[in-house]
């Protein structure tokens, strides 16, 4: 189930976080092979993202001991966030 959808600054990325953790990167412009997925936080609840230009991306949701975290991501380099921390 999704719970998040933004489209990237320029309109050519558009990104879905799922329940569970999913982050879905679509590159609209080329074919569904193209998708890039990452699992960015490992907590039940739902999370949420948004874009800070078109190549970062922040996230919000949980950690396992249902913690409030966020990441920030590179589209460059999506296998690994670039920060991570606890949120409060």
């Known amino acids: 189930m999704s719970t998040c959808l933004r489209?990237?600054?320029e309109g050519t990325l558009n990104s879905v976080s799922s329940k569970g953790g999913k982050l879905t990167i679509f590159?609209?412009?080329g074919k569904d092979e193209d998708a890039m997925q990452v699992m960015?936080?490992?907590g039940p609840k739902a999370q949420k993202h948004a874009w800070l230009n078109p190549n970062?991306?922040?996230s919000s949701g949980f950690n396992r001991q249902a913690k409030r975290e966020y990441a920030i991501w590179d589209m460059r380099s999506f296998k690994e966030p670039v920060a991570r921390g606890e949120l409060g």
Do not use: G, Q, S
């Open 7 to 9: 489209w990237n600054p």
């Open 27 to 29: 590159d609209i412009r």
């Open 40 to 42: 960015t936080h490992n």
């Open 56 to 58: 970062t991306l922040i």
